[in-house]
């Protein structure tokens, strides 16, 4: 079995290469076959591959001296042992292929996305004046839609239960519960519901118009003609007989562009890394000899995911990956959170 020690050090090798530039001596290319690095003054070496100031004073930096003061020259000795460790096993995680791990492939593009793209955006970059500008163009973004809680019971309809049977055993329970919806609605659901709200009391959640991925619209549509604590009629969607209880209801809310400051920063940031992302990686590829088989492509057999993706495929993260840099981030508004502006 691969060692998750030698994982962790290919990792550590990866960010090593993170250091700030300065003049001094360059490392030769590694066993990787990447270009030679600028890693500053060459304090030791490893099957070729050298371990520099830079990277030595990084680590350093993160060490307690006995005396408090300053690293011993013992105490440097043990820090350089340490990288020197890291090399050997970067060495061998290399030769065991591990750099073809998808996963530790993902921390290579974020690296190097942090260090090409990410770290050229900052906070300042974005005057107000840009902001407002920006705000008032797209300000219905930034509305707290109208939303209500919908709860839902389902009886499908299948192959050995027509619609008809369906909408009997909805309506039934619809009878039993009539006379107290608010109190009843939550175990008639856990019991009778056929949908995967079941567990959760049938509680689909707070939903706007606009809809929820994976819910059917007929359902919204028909929870915003209810009022609060209202029980539907029995009716019908492509799945089967519903019964909805429509819980609690928020309005629609605007802010203004102090309060929604912190929100419109990270999206005129995300709109301007995304920008950045595509022109670098399209230069990329223009350097680059790409082919593809189509024919093998079209024969792959794929089972594709049913749990909604925010990508649209399961696997795939939206480029660019805004979690990755801390120092990019904006904080939330206070009193107002993005989950806010819709889900």
Do not use: H, W
């Not at 990866?14 to 890693?39: F, I, N, R």
């Not at 707290?144 to 309506?171: C, F, G, S, W």
């Not at 009878?175 to 056929?194: C, H, L, N």
């Amino acid at each position: 079995m691969r060692s998750i020690l030698l994982v962790t050090a290919l990792l550590g090798g990866l960010v090593a290469c993170e250091g700030s530039s300065s003049t001094g001596a360059k490392a030769p290319a590694t066993q990787g076959g990447s270009a030679a690095q600028d890693v500053g003054e060459v304090l030791a070496t490893v099957n070729g591959l050298a371990v520099g100031s830079i990277e030595f004073q990084a680590a350093a930096a993160r060490a307690t001296p006995a005396d408090g003061k300053e690293l011993s020259l013992e105490e440097r000795r043990e820090v350089l042992d340490r990288l020197i460790d890291d090399k050997v096993l970067y060495q061998e995680a290399l030769r065991q292929g591990l750099d073809q791990d998808p996963k530790v492939q993902k921390v290579m593009v974020n690296t190097l996305l942090r260090e090409e793209v990410y770290a050229n955006v900052r906070n300042s970059d974005f005057t107000d004046e840009e902001l407002q500008a920006y705000y008032e163009t797209n300000k219905e973004e930034f509305v707290v839609p109208e939303k209500v809680q919908v709860k839902r019971i389902l009886i499908r309809k299948t192959d050995d239960r027509p619609i008809e049977e369906a909408t009997a055993e909805a309506a039934r329970i619809r009878a039993e519960i009539a006379s107290d919806p608010v109190g009843r609605f939550k175990d008639a659901a856990t019991q009778y519901s056929e949908d995967p709200y079941r567990r959760r009391g049938g509680d689909v959640g707070f939903v706007s118009a606009e809809g929820k991925p994976g819910l059917d619209q007929d359902i919204v549509d028909k929870a915003f003609t209810l009022d609060v604590d209202q029980l539907s009629d029995v009716f019908e969607t492509a799945d089967g007989a519903n019964l909805l209880l429509v819980a609690n209801r928020r309005e629609r809310v605007e802010r203004t562009f102090q309060q929604m400051k912190g929100s419109v920063l990270r999206k005129v940031k995300n709109d301007k890394l995304k920008e950045m992302y595509e022109t670098y990686v399209d230069a990329l590829k223009q350097g680059s000899t790409i082919s593809v088989n189509e024919d093998k492509l079209a024969a792959v057999e794929v089972e594709t995911s049913r749990r909604p993706s925010l990508s649209g495929i399961d696997g795939l993260s939206p480029a660019p990956d805004l979690s990755a840099p801390d120092d990019l981030r904006v904080p939330p508004t206070p009193g107002f959170e993005d989950e806010d502006l819709g889900e």
